[in-house]
């Protein structure tokens, strides 16, 4: 079994930061791009982030400049730094890896969600 554990999610003032974490545990013996995806109430999920397994980064428009994906390897980690945030940041953020587990198919796992709040 292959899990993604989500933490570092919160509620913050407009301006403020947030650093999310989400690390892979389980049985697998590799794992190729981690991203971060989130979901604001009546819309679609939506890409915020993704990174390769050799470091490189991917950002939607919306967060570009503000927002920093970066990964730990040696922990299976990737994290989010989140900066100037802003009210429309507001959303459950997931975490999804592509994993190659251990005596099964390739796959994406996803977390299991953290809820961002940003105040105005």
């Known amino acids: 079994q292959v899990q993604l554990v989500e933490s570092g999610g919160g509620l913050v003032q407009a301006g403020g930061s947030l650093r999310l974490s989400c690390a892979a545990s389980?049985?697998?013996?590799?794992?190729?791009?981690m991203g971060w995806y989130r979901q604001a109430p009546g819309k679609q999920r939506e890409l915020v982030a993704t990174?390769?397994?050799?470091?490189?980064?991917n950002y939607a428009d919306s967060v570009k400049g503000r927002f920093t994906i970066s990964r730990d390897n040696a922990k299976n980690t990737v994290y989010l730094q989140m900066n100037s945030l802003k009210p429309e940041d507001t959303a459950v953020y997931y975490c999804?890896?592509?994993?190659?587990?251990?005596?099964?198919?390739?796959?994406?796992?996803w977390g299991q969600g953290t809820q961002v709040t940003v105040s105005s």
């Open positions: 999804k890896s592509d994993v190659f587990p251990t005596g099964r198919p390739r796959r994406d796992y």
């Open positions: 990174v390769t397994n050799g470091g490189s980064t």
């Open positions: 389980g049985s697998f013996f590799m794992i190729n791009d």
